[in-house]
T-cell receptor, first 115, second 112 residues
Framework: GAVVSQHPSRVICKSGTSVKIECRSLDFQATTMFWYRQFPKQSLMLMATSNEGSKATYEQGVEKDKFLINHASLTLSTLTVTSAHPEDSSFYIC???????????FGQGTRLTVV | TQLLEQSPQFLSIQEGENLTVYCNSSSVFSSLQWYRQEPGEGPVLLVT?????EVKKLKRLTFQFGDARKDSSLHITAAQPGDTGLYLC????????????FGSGTRLQVQP
């Protein structure tokens, strides 16, 4: 299957600082990528759809100024958590769908801990 | 309200037992995927089903898509400790929405 690489896998930051998470499609071009948040023992919650060359589409209840998404190339999308607070601590996962195919491939996830 | 409901939410069984996980919805999906996720990692695709009534087998795992494409099941035969993980179903709809709709998840624990 296609490979999606996410970096970093773990990050600890202080309250008030910003953290950037990268998501790369390694062997295919992804005009659209997706960012999810996952709480312990729960399913994935879609935060936003990242569109190459245009603004991201955010799900209801997700603050776009808090979670900045940039999709500047066909292989890279970034999620920046701005002015992070302890409640932003979570597992963040990106994914991309392979063209017109239905399957989505996921990055390894990023465990963010805000102290 | 979860668009895709999975049951059971949690299952703890002994090695060698059989089990079935269900994924149900009132909506029609053009395709449905099953993923397995281990702690601290991203979900890994197991299978995609597209046609109503379709059955796919992956070693000891059998996946079925309902005739009306509203539900799916995952059956594991002779479960092993390596099957432990979070199982997620996810559906694709013909609404132009590109993001998958995820089920609520089933956490499986297989005791040796």
């Amino acid at each position: 299957g296609a490979v999606v690489s996410q970096h970093p896998s773990r990050v600890i930051c202080k309250s008030g600082t910003s953290v950037k998470i990268e998501c790369r499609s390694l062997d295919f071009q992804a005009t659209t990528m997706f960012w999810y948040r996952q709480f312990p023992k729960q399913s994935l919650m879609l935060m936003a759809t990242s569109n190459e060359g245009s603004k991201a589409t955010y799900e209801q209840g997700v603050e776009k100024d808090k979670f900045l998404i940039n999709h500047a190339s066909l292989t890279l999308s970034t999620l920046t958590v701005t002015s992070a607070h302890p409640e932003d601590s979570s597992f963040y996962i990106c994914s991309a769908r392979l063209g017109a195919r239905a399957e989505a491939f996921f990055g390894q996830g990023t465990r963010l801990t805000v102290v | 309200t979860q668009l895709l409901e999975q049951s059971p939410q949690f299952l703890s069984i002994q090695e060698g037992e059989n089990l079935t996980v269900y994924c149900n919805s009132s909506s029609v999906f053009s395709s449905l995927q099953w993923y397995r996720q281990e702690p601290g990692e991203g979900p890994v695709l197991l299978v995609t089903v597209v046609t109503g009534g379709e059955v796919k087998k992956l070693k000891r795992l059998t996946f079925q898509f309902g005739d009306a494409r509203k539900d799916s099941s995952l059956h594991i035969t002779a479960a092993q400790p390596g099957d432990t993980g979070l199982y997620l179903c996810a559906g694709s709809m013909d609404t132009g929405r590109r993001a998958l709709t995820f089920g609520s998840g089933t956490r499986l624990q297989v005791q040796p």
